[in-house]
Nanobody, 123 residues
Framework: QVELVESGGGLVQAGDSLRLSCVAF????????MAWFRQVSGKQQEFVAA????????YSPGSVKGRFTISRDHLKNSVLLQMSILQPEDTGVYYC????????????????WGQGTQVTVSS
């Protein structure tokens, strides 16, 4: 059984940093794409960043670009999201996702999902 487990969320103040981690169990994703999405209460799920097997990253063209960095650790079968200069609008549940082959902006393309980790940024 494949499982993605996120960790690292929490309550921080505006301007702080957080690092989210997602570890995959049950199969290797070292040749696949992994991504982060987020969902703010009352809004649709939003693409944040994705990374392919070779380490090529893509980011949402919105406010996260330049503040968030996605990376992966093949030894740990995991993906990280380093978030800096956090703002209240970054508050939400952050989900890790994985899919075969190439990265995608489209949540529907991802086959595997974690349960999410809450990030709350106070002003």
């Amino acid at each position: 059984q494949v499982e993605l487990v996120e960790s690292g969320g929490g309550l921080v103040q505006a301007g702080d940093s957080l690092r989210l981690s997602c570890v995959a169990f049950g199969r290797s994703f070292n040749h696949d794409a992994m991504a982060w999405f987020r969902q703010v209460s009352g809004k649709q799920q939003e693409f944040v960043a994705a990374i392919d097997w070779a380490g090529t990253a893509v980011y949402s063209p919105g406010s996260v670009k330049g503040r968030f960095t996605i990376s992966r650790d093949h030894l740990k079968n995991s993906v990280l999201l380093q978030m800096s200069i956090l703002q209240p609008e970054d508050t939400g549940v952050y989900y890790c996702a994985a899919k075969a082959y190439d990265a995608s902006y489209d949540a529907a393309a991802y086959e595997y999902w974690g349960q999410g980790t809450q990030v709350t940024v106070s002003s």
